[in-house]
């Protein structure tokens, strides 16, 4: 592997602020099949307890594509030269093999609903080896923390992609 992991753990991938929206939020839950008039109505989502309609559980992972303003953005953490997951891996791609989708968890802290504004920070946490049946697989472990507009962790995602070589 010619990546070293203290060159690589604690690289930013970026950073964003988000507008947690109703119609991105409905129709996420469409697309997931989920049902549920918790998704759909405001009325059915306080009287399950919330405050406003929710976001499906996985909703953060897309909702960057959703919900962000350029006038709205931070400084972007990687100095302009982008996550750096894509030439991470393009690295590893230049050995042959495969990138694989692994692990991925999400620890909410509290529920992400409408009408929210998130903000999110990630970074790479993790790069480590293992040998299986004969092949080298290199994980690269992302980890992305969105905060409310108080600062406090709303929900932590960590992402794995796995270069089977």
């Known amino acids: 592997?010619?990546?070293?992991?203290?060159e690589v753990v604690g690289m930013p991938t970026g950073?964003?602020?988000?507008?947690?929206?109703?119609?991105?939020?409905s129709?996420?839950?469409k697309g997931v099949t989920d049902s549920s008039p918790v998704y759909q109505s405001t009325e059915?989502?306080?009287?399950?307890?919330?405050?406003s309609i929710p976001a499906p559980p996985t909703f953060t992972f897309a909702a960057a594509h959703w919900g962000t303003y350029p006038e709205d953005q931070p400084e972007d953490p990687?100095?302009?030269?982008?996550?750096?997951?894509?030439?991470?891996?393009?690295?590893?791609?230049?050995?042959?093999?495969?990138v694989?989708?692994?692990e991925q968890e999400f620890l909410y802290h509290k529920p992400v609903q409408i009408g929210d504004t998130l903000h999110q920070e990630g970074k790479i946490v993790d790069l480590y080896s293992k040998?299986?049946?004969?092949?080298?697989?290199?994980f690269l472990v992302m980890e992305t923390v969105y905060r409310d507009d108080a600062g406090d962790p709303v929900v932590t995602e960590r992402f794995n992609l796995i270069h089977r070589k």
């Open 1 to 6: 592997m010619g990546l070293e992991r203290d």
């Open 15 to 25: 950073a964003a602020t988000i507008h947690i929206e109703r119609g991105p939020v």
């Open 27 to 29: 129709r996420f839950a």
């Open 44 to 51: 059915a989502a306080r009287e399950a307890g919330f405050d």
């Open 78 to 98: 990687t100095g302009g030269r982008g996550n750096p997951i894509r030439k991470l891996m393009s690295e590893l791609m230049a050995e042959g093999g495969l």
């Open 100 to 102: 694989l989708h692994g």
């Open 131 to 138: 040998e299986a049946k004969g092949k080298t697989m290199t």
